[in-house]
């Protein structure tokens, strides 16, 4: 293995000469483009012996030791760095476990971006590195190249990620010994300390001290918890840091500072500790002690700076008829003042999501009025990453009911999302312009997110029954429209319809043209978004089409079982979409029946006949064949083999489903071998409905038990179902049955003998024996008297 020296000393660029503008990656992009033409060409005018992969290999090698030379002597700037990263994420080893001598050199590259031995040297020399490092002199080096780190998924090779973040923490505590430094390093290290608080222990409590108590039972703001208990001292010590740090605050400071806020405000409790804090910064006395400014970290000086912004950028608004909503060039804010708003955007979002009383309170606030300030902002020409922050603020008001319902309606009056439509008007309007003309552009789609958040938190909070009326035929159709287009964030959108369609229940009048008044005439009104989902769901719709896909897409990566960008949410996805259709083969039969009593001009089909059909992308129908592979990965996603197994019980009951399905699920022999082991997969789970029922463990791995043992129970009543079905049927598949002879001639072994492989039978009589050693009997029927129950059912039928 090649092995890397650091040169002895960098070679810096005098101060006086300015260096030339020069693109590291986009240069180095074209310079590997023509040496591969140029090697391409010269095999076929040469007959070079070398084959071209070999030529490659060498090129791409001398380009990394180039890149790696490069970063000894001047270290990348902040979009390079990223650059390398993201090269690096996606890494995988050879054959032999090590890297190969490319990936070598380009991690060493960025091992030496992160190098802060300087500070050991002289201090001449130390004072000319501190002025040409990219780490110390770009704006935001240091917060993107954390925040990917942090917060990046998974790379393709965890070791290769633990290095780089240890690099990464080893540079953060070089520089900390830096004066100009230490508090922005300091600042950011405590905020992502205490960001996340899963356990909700909320350790960041030490570093508040308040002059009040909450007014909560008796807890005096100890991180201790003690009532009437004096404060320790490392607490006092922590709380005046945190005061005395935001009274003086320098410019560079300030970002970090607001950061460590947020990280500090993670809590019930310390988020209305930060409250207060904002609170008293604004107030009279501290004003005075500040200057005439007043605290730049207060309540009063960001909601007023929000009004001023308002105030100017709403001027240069262009006209409905031209680029309303596009993303113009923004005269008023820079992209410092953009940086500083976000960061306090996302402080304020993080406390009033913990606090009900600090969201009520600013809500209500007679000057701030920063809901409408917000929503007025959002019809301003800004960019948006930022529109985006100032959405999930909305979302974060918007958990208290009271402030949803009044949302609702401040959401139709502004046409956030264009829900009324002009005829004089000759372009649309609204936020689908900028998500048409630029997210999809850029492919990143941080405000589609924002808006579905906001969505799904209103729906959540408050949902009006008589939304938009006056302005249009009222209900959540326009709302429901977009969320349909919006499969780039499946996750976010699909959450929001399992919530509609799980607080539906079809009644009569649901099926009745209702008429509303409008203007002066009578027209008819939106049906309710429960309604149009089932509508949707019973039909060959492109929405069916699209959640049949997600499913498939889902189910071939989780088979990949390697890390990718975004599982969580896909996981995430696939959970809502197996949900919505388990809840539309629960409300089928009653909407269907009422769809018939009231004559509607409607035609729908039941959804497990629709499941049944060709899948257009593999010309198969394989869509209960996708779904049941889900049960393969019961162990690491339990929740997604419990709804699988929902579903699957539930179409089970007609005996002709039950023949296609056969036909499904051993048409492909690897494919049935592998739905055979999901089966017996989840029947193996070795959670007990005991410790479901004890104390103790977590609440999580309680839930996951439940969980599995309910997968259990699905897949034993899917088995005793299908036995009541004539052969050929699931049962006799799963059971290890012949299907192609009479029941009677099949000769049923153990694992392994006679090439019998193991099915769901030996599976439910393993349940069975456990415990039959002893004189107690079978433990099944002590501990799970419902399993117990069915694996007996299934044995006798």
Same mark, same amino acid.
């Given at each position: 293995?090649?092995?890397?020296?650091?040169?002895?000393?960098?070679?810096?660029?005098?101060?006086?000469?300015?260096?030339?503008?020069?693109?590291?990656?986009?240069?180095?992009?074209?310079?590997?483009?023509?040496?591969?033409?140029?090697?391409?060409? %010269?095999?076929?005018?040469?007959?070079?012996?070398?084959?071209?992969?070999?030529?490659?290999?060498?090129?791409?090698?001398?380009?990394?030791?180039?890149?790696?030379?490069?970063?000894?002597?001047?270290?990348?700037?902040?979009?390079?760095?990223?650059?390398?990263?993201?090269?690096?994420?996606?890494?995988?080893?050879?054959? +032999?476990?090590?890297?190969?001598?490319? +990936?070598?050199?380009?991690?060493? *590259?960025? $091992?030496?971006?992160?190098?802060?031995?300087?500070?050991?040297?002289?201090?001449?020399?130390?004072?000319?590195?501190?002025?040409?490092?990219?780490?110390?002199?770009?704006?935001?080096?240091? *917060?993107?190249?954390?925040? !990917?780190?942090?917060?990046?998924?998974?790379?393709?090779?965890?070791?290769?990620?633990?290095?780089?973040?240890?690099?990464?923490?080893?540079?953060?505590?070089?520089?900390?010994?830096?004066?100009?430094?230490?508090?922005?390093?300091?600042?950011?290290?405590?905020?992502?300390?205490?960001?996340?608080?899963?356990?909700?222990?909320?350790?960041?409590?030490?570093?508040?001290?308040?002059?009040?108590?909450?007014?909560?039972?008796?807890?005096?703001?100890?991180?201790?918890?003690? *009532?009437?208990?004096?404060?320790?001292?490392?607490?006092?010590?922590? %709380?005046?840091?945190?005061?005395?740090?935001?009274?003086?605050?320098?410019?560079?400071?300030?970002?970090?500072?607001?950061?460590? $806020?947020?990280?500090?405000?993670?809590?019930?409790?310390?988020?209305?500790?930060?409250?207060?804090?904002?609170?008293?910064?604004?107030?009279?006395?501290?004003?005075?002690?500040?200057?005439?400014?007043?605290?730049?970290?207060?309540?009063?000086?960001?909601?007023?700076?929000?009004?001023?912004?308002?105030?100017?950028?709403?001027?240069?608004?262009?006209?409905?008829?031209?680029?309303?909503?596009?993303?113009?060039?923004?005269?008023?804010?820079?992209?410092?003042?953009?940086?500083?708003?976000?960061?306090?955007?996302?402080?304020?979002?993080?406390?009033?999501?913990?606090?009900?009383?600090?969201?009520?309170?600013?809500?209500?606030?007679?000057?701030?009025?920063?809901?409408?300030?917000?929503?007025?902002?959002?019809?301003?020409?800004?960019?948006?990453?930022?529109?985006?922050?100032?959405?999930?603020?909305?979302?974060?008001?918007?958990?208290?009911?009271?402030?949803? *319902?009044?949302?609702?309606?401040?959401?139709?009056?502004?046409?956030?999302?264009?829900?009324?439509?002009?005829?004089?008007? !000759?372009?649309?309007?609204?936020?689908?312009?900028?998500?048409?003309?630029?997210?999809?552009?850029?492919?990143?789609?941080?405000?589609?997110?924002?808006?579905?958040?906001?969505?799904?938190?209103?729906? /959540?909070?408050?949902?009006?029954?008589?939304?938009?009326?006056?302005?249009?035929?009222?209900?959540?159709?326009?709302?429901?429209?977009?969320?349909?287009?919006?499969?780039?964030?499946?996750?976010?959108?699909?959450?929001?319809?399992?919530?509609?369609?799980?607080?539906?229940?079809?009644?009569?009048?649901?099926?009745?043209?209702?008429?509303?008044?409008?203007?002066?005439?009578?027209?008819?009104?939106?049906?309710?978004?429960?309604?149009?989902?089932?509508?949707?769901?019973?039909?060959?719709?492109?929405?069916?089409?699209?959640?049949?896909?997600?499913?498939?897409?889902?189910?071939?990566?989780?088979?990949?079982?390697?890390?990718?960008?975004?599982?969580?949410?896909?996981?995430?996805?696939?959970?809502?979409?197996?949900?919505? $259709? +388990?809840?539309?083969?629960?409300?089928?039969?009653?909407?269907?029946?009422?769809?018939?009593?009231?004559?509607?001009?409607?035609?729908?089909?039941?959804?497990?006949?629709?499941?049944?059909?060709?899948?257009? !992308?593999?010309?198969?129908?394989?869509?209960?064949?996708?779904?049941?592979?889900?049960?393969?990965?019961?162990?690491?996603?339990?929740?997604?083999?419990? /709804?699988?197994?929902?579903?699957?019980?539930?179409?089970?009951?007609?005996?002709?489903?039950?023949?296609?399905?056969?036909?499904?699920?051993?048409?492909?022999?690897?494919?049935?071998?592998?739905?055979?082991?999901?089966?017996?997969?989840?029947?193996?789970?070795?959670?007990?409905?005991?410790?479901?029922?004890?104390?103790?463990?977590?609440?999580?791995?309680?839930?996951?038990?439940?969980?599995?043992?309910?997968?259990?129970?699905?897949?034993?009543?899917?088995?005793?179902?299908?036995?009541?079905?004539?052969?050929?049927?699931?049962?006799?598949?799963?059971?290890?049955?012949?299907?192609?002879?009479?029941?009677?001639?099949?000769?049923?072994?153990?694992?392994?003998?006679?090439?019998?492989? !193991?099915?769901?039978?030996?599976?439910?009589? +393993?349940?069975?024996?456990?415990?039959?050693?002893?004189?107690?009997?079978?433990?099944?029927?002590?501990?799970?008297?419902?399993?117990?129950?069915?694996?007996?059912?299934?044995?006798?039928?």
């Amino acid at each position: 293995m090649r092995r890397f020296r650091k040169p002895v000393q960098r070679v810096l660029p005098s101060r006086g000469n300015k260096e030339p503008d020069f693109s590291l990656s986009s240069s180095l992009k074209k310079l590997l483009s023509s040496v591969t033409f140029l090697i391409l060409g %010269s095999c076929q005018l040469l007959s070079f012996s070398l084959p071209v992969s070999d030529l490659i290999k060498e090129c791409k090698q001398s380009l990394a030791e180039s890149l790696f030379a490069w970063a000894c002597q001047s270290p990348f700037a902040k979009d390079d760095t990223l650059l390398l990263i993201g090269h690096l994420e996606r890494v995988t080893v050879e054959a +032999n476990g090590s890297l190969d001598a490319v +990936n070598l050199a380009l991690l060493m *590259a960025l $091992l030496y971006c992160f190098d802060t031995s300087f500070i050991e040297q002289s201090t001449e020399e130390r004072d000319d590195m501190i002025h040409q490092l990219p780490l110390l002199t770009e704006r935001q080096y240091i *917060a993107t190249i954390h925040s !990917r780190l942090q917060d990046s998924q998974p790379w393709k090779l965890p070791g290769l990620q633990a290095t780089v973040r240890l690099a990464w923490a080893l540079a953060l505590r070089g520089i900390s010994q830096l004066p100009d430094v230490t508090v922005f390093a300091y600042s950011l290290q405590i905020g992502e300390l205490y960001k996340k608080n899963p356990f909700h222990l909320e350790l960041a409590l030490e570093y508040w001290c308040p002059s009040e108590p909450l007014q909560t039972p008796t807890i005096m703001g100890s991180y201790l918890g003690v *009532a009437h208990q004096r404060p320790p001292q490392r607490q006092v010590v922590l %709380s005046k840091f945190v005061r005395q740090m935001g009274d003086l605050l320098p410019p560079t400071i300030y970002i970090p500072y607001l950061k460590m $806020l947020q990280g500090l405000a993670s809590g019930p409790q310390c988020a209305h500790y930060c409250f207060s804090l904002l609170k008293v910064n604004g107030s009279s006395h501290v004003e005075n002690i500040q200057g005439a400014g007043g605290s730049p970290v207060s309540w009063e000086h960001f909601f007023q700076s929000l009004l001023l912004y308002h105030e100017h950028l709403r001027k240069d608004l262009p006209s409905a008829d031209s680029v309303q909503y596009r993303h113009l060039p923004s005269r008023g804010i820079t992209q410092k003042e953009q940086d500083g708003l976000i960061a306090f955007l996302q402080l304020t979002s993080t406390i009033i999501t913990w606090s009900e009383n600090a969201r009520l309170a600013l809500c209500e606030h007679p000057q701030w009025t920063p809901v409408v300030v917000i929503l007025g902002l959002l019809q301003c020409s800004i960019p948006p990453v930022l529109k985006a922050e100032l959405l999930k603020t909305l979302a974060a008001f918007g958990k208290s009911p009271e402030i949803a *319902a009044s949302l609702w309606q401040s959401l139709e009056y502004t046409q956030i999302l264009q829900t009324v439509r002009v005829p004089s008007q !000759r372009q649309a309007i609204g936020i689908e312009v900028e998500l048409n003309e630029i997210e999809s552009r850029c492919e990143e789609y941080p405000l589609t997110r924002a808006f579905c958040q906001l969505i799904s938190t209103l729906v /959540e909070s408050s949902f009006p029954s008589n939304l938009g009326a006056g302005l249009r035929p009222p209900g959540f159709d326009p709302y429901l429209q977009f969320l349909r287009d919006s499969w780039e964030v499946a996750e976010v959108v699909l959450e929001v319809f399992y919530k509609l369609l799980r607080d539906y229940e079809p009644q009569l009048e649901d099926f009745v043209d209702q008429f509303v008044e409008l203007q002066g005439e009578e027209i008819i009104a939106y049906k309710p978004p429960g309604f149009s989902l089932m509508y949707h769901l019973l039909n060959e719709s492109p929405m069916l089409e699209l959640a049949l896909s997600l499913l498939e897409e889902g189910v071939k990566q989780l088979d990949t079982y390697a890390p990718f960008p975004g599982k969580k949410h896909l996981e995430k996805a696939v959970q809502h979409c197996l949900a919505l $259709l +388990n809840l539309t083969l629960q409300k089928e039969n009653l909407f269907m029946d009422l769809l018939r009593e009231s004559q509607l001009a409607l035609i729908v089909s039941p959804l497990e006949q629709l499941l049944q059909g060709v899948n257009p !992308r593999t010309k198969k129908a394989d869509n209960v064949v996708n779904i049941a592979r889900y049960l393969y990965h019961g162990n690491s996603n339990p929740e997604l083999a419990f /709804e699988s197994a929902k579903i699957l019980c539930c179409i089970s009951c007609n005996s002709n489903i039950q023949i296609k399905l056969v036909g499904d699920f051993t048409h492909d022999q690897s494919v049935s071998q592998k739905l055979m082991a999901g089966f017996i997969e989840c029947l193996d789970s070795e959670d007990t409905e005991e410790f479901v029922r004890v104390e103790e463990g977590s609440e999580y791995e309680k839930k996951l038990a439940a969980i599995r043992h309910e997968t259990r129970i699905h897949i034993l009543n899917l088995l005793i179902t299908s036995l009541e079905c004539n052969p050929p049927n699931l049962a006799l598949y799963l059971l290890g049955f012949e299907l192609k002879k009479p029941i009677s001639t099949t000769n049923l072994q153990d694992p392994g003998v006679l090439g019998c492989p !193991r099915t769901c039978l030996h599976a439910i009589l +393993n349940i069975l024996e456990k415990g039959t050693e002893g004189r107690t009997g079978p433990v099944v029927v002590q501990e799970y008297p419902q399993l117990a129950e069915l694996c007996y059912q299934v044995r006798s039928g």
